[in-house]
Each structure stands twice: as structure tokens, then as C-alpha cells.
Nanobody, 127 residues
């Protein structure tokens, strides 16, 4: 099991930027695929961005492509999500995740296999 702790959430005006961080600990050696999910009230959890922590390959949902960038610092066991040009639709609880693998289909980002996630960090967008 891997432990994940998110930070960096807050309140930002539409059009602004925010950077989320995820600190990983525990059995991190087996976390080949990591990324971010988000969930708004009344909505199902959706994949936002994913990364192969070994190769650096990245995966994005169409809704955030071109605006969000996922990155990592393996030396610090930390993953980041740089969010630019934020929209009201980005308002949600964001969760860091370690998964078995990522699947991109129909503009959506999904995971398969095992899945672990943190407690989340809240992102609030205002106009």
C-alpha cells in the first residue's frame, strides 16, 4: 500500500493558476502509474491527468488538455499538477492516485487494476 497526501488546493479566480502537490510514501516502488482524479458534488469521479513514473509518459482528459500539466520529482517522491486557465468547471476535490495503469478513450482518462488515493485537496474557482 502507498500513502498519498495532497496539498496546494485553495480558492482562485477563473483564468488563474494553481499548483497541486502529492507526497507519496510507503510502497512507492510499485507505483509505476500515478496521477490525479477529481470529483465535484453530484458528479462521478473523473481522471484528470496521469503519468508513467518510470518513462515520464503523460495522459490527459480532453477537458484539461492544454491547460493542466502533470510532472514529478522522483527524488522527492512528489508529483505535481500545474493548473492554468482555470474554469468554473474545474471546481472540485482533487485526489492524488496510484493506479495499475491508465486508459485513454473517447476523451476520458480511466484507470485499471489497483487504485489508491489520498484524502484530497479542495480547489474552488470563483468568477
Amino acid at each position: 500500500q502507498v500513502q498519498l497526501v495532497e496539498s496546494g488546493g485553495g480558492s482562485v479566480q477563473a483564468g488563474g493558476s494553481l499548483r497541486l502537490s502529492c507526497a507519496a510514501s510507503g510502497h512507492t516502488a510499485n507505483s509505476n502509474y500515478m496521477g490525479w482524479f477529481r470529483q465535484a458534488p453530484g458528479k462521478e469521479r473523473e481522471g484528470v491527468a496521469g503519468i508513467n513514473t518510470r518513462s515520464g509518459n503523460t495522459y490527459y482528459a480532453d477537458s484539461v488538455k492544454g491547460r493542466f500539466t502533470i510532472s514529478q520529482d522522483n527524488a522527492k517522491n512528489t508529483m505535481y499538477l500545474q493548473m492554468n486557465s482555470l474554469k468554473l468547471e474545474d471546481n472540485a476535490m482533487y485526489y492524488c492516485a496510484a493506479v495499475g495503469g491508465w486508459l485513454v478513450s473517447g476523451g476520458k482518462l480511466r484507470y485499471y487494476g489497483m487504485g489508491y488515493w489520498g484524502k484530497g485537496t479542495l480547489v474552488t474557482i470563483s468568477s
